[in-house]
């Protein structure tokens, strides 16, 4: 009895050590496969990088391109212009729709901004600061006032034509109007 034991014992020990190498041999194989894969996400990664580095380099030569077509139109806008307005919208006492007014706006440079100055016949009547981006020129008054705001939005169109709106907002009420600029010569 003693004896059937003591081989039981051998057998079940050597059996597990059986079992232990097959272990042992999957483990290295799930290993290698980890490893493996491992690599490909590294490689993966590095192209991944490659691309960003790619879109950056492009996204940086199209903003180059835009800036330099931005300085083209800058060039174009400076000078005089001849602004006709008619009212196209209003809701305030003594503005009537289709009034109309011409004034003469000179567009120049300071700094980044543009400023325009806006004259009824030879008398300077408002600054506008403002930013041209995208064939668009946003412009404000410079100096808002508690009692009105005015702004501009206008539409490059080509080297001597500009469309678009001019709002001013009161406390109790707007005035839109809509604007043909002409450059003078």
């Known amino acids: 009895?003693?004896?059937?034991?003591?081989?039981?014992?051998?057998?079940?020990?050597?059996?597990?050590?059986?079992?232990?190498?097959?272990?042992?041999?999957?483990?290295?194989?799930?290993?290698?496969?980890?490893?493996?894969?491992?690599?490909?996400?590294?490689?993966?990664?590095?192209?991944?990088?490659?691309?960003?580095?790619?879109?950056?380099?492009?996204k940086q030569v199209l903003d180059s391109a835009q800036i330099q077509i931005d300085t083209a139109y800058n060039a174009l806008l400076a000078g005089k212009w001849i602004v006709k307005m008619t009212c196209i919208e209003t809701n305030c006492d003594g503005s009537a729709l289709g009034d109309?007014?011409?004034?003469?706006?000179?567009?120049?440079?300071?700094?980044?901004?543009?400023?325009?100055?806006?004259?009824?016949?030879?008398?300077?009547?408002r600054i506008y600061i403002g930013t041209y981006n995208n064939k668009i020129l946003k412009i404000v008054d410079e100096k808002p006032n508690a009692q009105a705001s005015i702004s501009a939005s206008l539409n490059f169109i080509n080297g001597s034509r500009m469309d678009g709106l001019r709002e001013i907002s009161q406390k109790d009420c707007k005035i839109v109007y809509a604007l043909t600029l002409e450059k003078s010569k």
């Open 100 to 125: 109309t007014k011409t004034e003469q706006w000179d567009i120049s440079y300071k700094d980044s901004n543009i400023v325009v100055k806006a004259y009824s016949g030879v008398v300077l009547i």
């Open 1 to 58: 009895m003693k004896l059937t034991a003591i081989l039981i014992i051998i057998l079940a020990i050597s059996l597990q050590g059986c079992g232990l190498n097959e272990r042992e041999k999957n483990l290295l194989k799930q290993q290698k496969e980890i490893n493996q894969k491992e690599q490909q996400l590294l490689a993966w990664e590095q192209r991944l990088k490659m691309r960003e580095q790619e879109l950056n380099n492009t």
